[in-house]
Every structure is written in structure tokens, then in C-alpha cells.
């Protein structure tokens, strides 16, 4: 189950690349997510449009990749921090 949601995941974070080459705002997008209830689903889905943010805007990306690593401890759960924290090194 896990490596199908990161396959679409990676297919989402390509998405947003092309979009942004269209012209949408990414970083309205990664602020609008920052509003999400629930940890988890927030953290995952910082950490796709925030790498997708930072590879079309490399003038921000110091600032995502710390805001990103900062957000990690947030999971206090073994596997799910894990598991996050894996998603993390792959993007």
C-alpha cells in the first residue's frame, strides 16, 4: 500500500511541475496546504508540492528544505515518522 500511494505521490509532485510551467502559483498552493487538519496527510502533502515548490524555484529552496525538515518531528509514532521521513529522502 505504501509504495502505491508514493507512486502517486511522485506522479503528483510531476503534475505540479508541469502546472507550474503553465503558470500556476505553487506557492499559493503550499500555503493553501499548510491549512489541512490532519498531521499526517499535511506533512505528506507539504513535502510534495514544497520539493515540487523547490525544483521550479530555486531561489526559495534553502527555505523550504528547512521549513520541510523542521516539520518532520511532528510524528511521534515509530512507523508513520519512518515512513515519512523515508518519503522525505526520496523527494
Known amino acids: 500500500l505504501y509504495i502505491m500511494v508514493f507512486w502517486e505521490l511522485q506522479r503528483l509532485t510531476t503534475?505540479?511541475?508541469?502546472?507550474?510551467?503553465?503558470?500556476?502559483?505553487?506557492?499559493?498552493i503550499y500555503e493553501v496546504v499548510q491549512y489541512e487538519g490532519n498531521a499526517l496527510p499535511r506533512?505528506?502533502?507539504l513535502i510534495t508540492v514544497g520539493m515540487a515548490y523547490a525544483t521550479v524555484s530555486t531561489e526559495k529552496t534553502c527555505e523550504i528544505i528547512d521549513d520541510l525538515a523542521s516539520f518532520l518531528g511532528i510524528v511521534q509514532h515509530p512507523v508513520r515518522g519512518l515512513?515519512?521521513?523515508?518519503y522525505y529522502l526520496q523527494c
Open 15 to 28: 503534475f505540479l511541475v508541469v502546472l507550474a510551467g503553465k503558470g500556476v502559483d505553487l506557492a499559493h
Open 43 to 45: 506533512l505528506y502533502m
Open 83 to 86: 515512513l515519512l521521513r523515508y
